[in-house]
């Protein structure tokens, strides 16, 4: 009876595992699409603002952030950038210069930077970029 415990916690941990493995294989695919789709569909290119809101946010989401943002030219935008293995991030100034941009290191945390959100017009700044770790 002992053995056959023994011998069900090894294939349940062996079955967790697995599942962990395959979970970690997921997500670098689906970041490998993300970062291909960015750059060849949507000519963006790595280490802009714009490539890393569309990566953080996925393509798919990236394209309709975009259609909405067309739909809707006056209105203040604002993107939360959360690279999945990024350590460090940092984002520029607003185009008009109206809100400062920042950069963070966090070591082994996750670090995530928001953009700064403007007035269409270039009149003020809504709110100035934050850029933390988790």
């Known amino acids: 009876m002992k053995s ?4 069900v916690l090894g294939f349940v941990a062996a079955t967790g595992l697995a599942g962990c493995g395959g979970m970690s294989d997921m997500a670098r695919q689906q970041d490998d699409y993300n970062r291909s789709r960015c750059h060849d569909q949507y000519g ?4 802009t603002n714009e490539y ?3 990566v953080s946010m996925g393509a798919n989401a990236y394209a309709q ?3 909405n943002a067309a739909a809707t030219p006056n209105a203040p935008t604002h993107v939360v950038i959360a690279p999945a293995a ?3 991030c940092s984002v520029d100034a607003t185009p008009k210069g ?4 920042c950069s963070v290191s966090c070591g082994a945390k996750q670090a995530s930077c928001t953009v700064g959100t403007e007035w269409p017009d270039g009149s003020g700044c809504i709110k100035n970029a934050v850029c933390e770790c988790h």
């Open 4 to 7: 056959l415990r023994i011998l």
């Open 52 to 54: 890393a809101r569309c």
């Open 65 to 67: 952030a975009q259609k």
């Open 98 to 101: 109206q809100c400062s941009g």
């Open 44 to 47: 963006l290119n790595p280490g």
């Open 86 to 88: 990024n350590n460090s």
